[in-house]
Nanobody
Framework: QVQLVESGGGSVQSGGSLKLTCAAS????????MGWFRQAPGKESEAVAA???????SYANSVKGRFTISQDNPRNTLWLQMNTLEPEDSANYYC????????????????????RGQGTQVIVSP
């Protein structure tokens, strides 16, 4: 079992920045794919960033160039730096960890993983 706890959400004006933090613990997950996905009311979940155990990153086109995912060693903490936020970024953001395998935002493994946090809300006002 992997436990994930997010923090750092909040309200910000368009163009502002937020940094989300995910504290990870539990069964060995050092080789897992880890990342963030978001879900806005009435919309499907969207994986926004993923990072592999060796540090390779993947981003959704909607956030590329604005969001940066990072992790410490030994992956106790995962971060998502979000810059130039837009109202369309408003959503609940979830930290997730998926079993070892392809680690990109396209494969949907983060969204479908049973290992996720409780979410942190991000609200971006115009």
């Amino acid at each position: 079992q992997v436990q994930l706890v997010e923090s750092g959400g909040g309200s910000v004006q368009s163009g502002g920045s937020l940094k989300l933090t995910c504290a990870a613990s539990g069964n060995p997950y050092s080789s897992y794919c880890m990342g963030w996905f978001r879900q806005a009311p009435g919309k499907e979940s969207e994986a926004v960033a993923a990072i592999s155990s060796d540090g390779r990153t993947s981003y959704a086109n909607s956030v590329k160039g604005r969001f940066t995912i990072s992790q410490d060693n030994p992956r106790n903490t995962l971060w998502l730096q979000m810059n130039t936020l837009e109202p369309e970024d408003s959503a609940n953001y979830y930290c997730a960890a998926a079993w070892p395998g392809p680690c990109t935002v396209e494969v949907g493994r983060l969204i479908n993983s049973p290992y996720r946090g409780q979410g942190t809300q991000v609200i971006v006002s115009p």
